[in-house]
């Protein structure tokens, strides 16, 4: 979850902070953190749909332009083939 950090690590990591912010304020850090990261992975999971989306629709002009029938044989004016 934390990368390479051990438990050790994350045990000095919060001691430090319960030292610096104290325990009342600690609680409120740890919320702020917690919609804040909630938050960017809810933006980062909208802009992974969206570019799919935009993905998805380029690929379908993509298939309707190479899908196209083939070209028309030539005809005359009333419309008869010429070959």
Same mark, same amino acid.
């Given at each position: 979850? =934390?990368?390479? @950090?051990?438990?050790? $690590?994350?045990?000095?990591? =919060? @001691?430090?902070?319960?030292?610096? =912010?104290? +325990?009342? &304020?600690? +609680?409120?850090?740890? &919320?702020?953190?917690?919609? !804040? @990261?909630? #938050?960017? &992975?809810?933006?980062?999971?909208?802009? &992974?749909? !969206?570019?799919? #989306? $935009?993905?998805?629709? #380029?690929?379908?002009?993509?298939?309707?332009? !190479?899908?196209? +029938?083939?070209?028309?044989? +030539? !005809?005359?004016?009333?419309?008869?083939?010429?070959?």
């Amino acid at each position: 979850m =934390f990368g390479s @950090l051990g438990f050790s $690590e994350i045990l000095v990591i =919060f @001691l430090i902070a319960l030292v610096i =912010f104290g +325990p009342r &304020k600690l +609680p409120e850090l740890g &919320k702020s953190l917690g919609r !804040t @990261l909630a #938050e960017f &992975k809810r933006a980062s999971n909208e802009l &992974k749909r !969206t570019w799919e #989306e $935009e993905v998805r629709t #380029e690929d379908e002009k993509i298939r309707e332009l !190479t899908s196209a +029938p083939a070209a028309l044989p +030539p !005809t005359d004016r009333d419309g008869h083939s010429v070959n």
